[in-house]
């Protein structure tokens, strides 16, 4: 099925390690965005990429590194975990019709 | 900066009252903008959006919105609520006239519908 896939689904980490949290989509989408989702806060935009190569800071970009080596993948990477980034993470992608977007099932992290 | 308001965390309802939950937005320039849902557990699946034309925009599962200009909202309604209704619903803007390639999202609206 076409859309837009993330993994792990879930995963705990120590404070300090680091990981990668993986994006693929299959819908030629240009644009790409990781955001977290807080109680009570939302979904905040962490990082955003209008296309292959391109990267860009959102809302809340402290503590996290992104790429996009080939347009299908969004990778963000926590360089060095903190129980403050215990949330769930969601990919998006969007393509430049405008038909909307797609998010995927999202990506629990628990940091202890 | 483009931003996006959802002044009720919680919106109770009976089964078969009409629903509203509600929306404003700000921008500079033109609104892209959009309503979510999210059920428990589950990522979020796209309701409707309105870019231009008809002021009420219709969706998925009987929901529409109505844009608004002069009041900058952009309403949910559906004129008779389902039990299966009850979800987290989110609203969300993309400044098109600024060039903005951000999606903004607002703090999100928890519906629970009451048989």
């Known amino acids: 099925n076409a859309g837009v896939t993330q993994t792990p689904k879930f995963r705990v980490l120590k404070t300090g390690q680091s990981m990668t949290l993986l994006c693929a989509q299959d819908m030629n989408h240009e644009y790409m965005y990781w955001y977290r989702q807080d109680p009570g806060m939302g979904l905040r935009l962490i990082h955003y990429?209008?296309?292959?190569?391109?990267?860009a800071k959102g809302e809340v970009p402290d503590g996290y590194n992104v790429s996009r080596l080939k347009k299908q993948n969004f990778l963000l990477g926590l360089e060095s975990a903190a129980p403050s980034q215990t949330s769930v993470y969601f990919c998006?992608?969007?393509?430049?019709?405008?038909?909307?977007?797609?998010f995927g099932s999202g990506t629990r992290l628990t940091v202890v | 900066a483009q931003s996006v308001a959802q002044p009720e965390d919680q919106v109770n309802v009976a089964e078969g009252n009409p629903l509203t939950v509600k929306c404003t937005y700000s921008v500079s320039g033109n609104p892209y903008l959009f309503w979510y849902v999210q059920y428990p557990n589950r990522g979020l699946q796209f309701l409707l959006k309105y870019i231009t034309g008809d002021n009420l925009v219709k969706g998925s599962y009987g929901f529409e919105a109505e844009f608004n200009k002069s009041q900058t909202s952009f309403h949910l309604k559906k004129p008779s609520a389902l039990v299966s209704d009850s979800a987290l619903y989110f609203c969300a803007v993309r400044d098109l006239g600024a060039g903005s390639y951000q999606l903004t999202f607002g703090k999100g609206t928890k519906l629970s519908v009451i048989p």
């Open positions: 990429s209008v296309g292959e190569g391109t990267t």
């Open positions: 998006a992608s969007g393509g430049q019709s405008l038909h909307g977007y797609t």
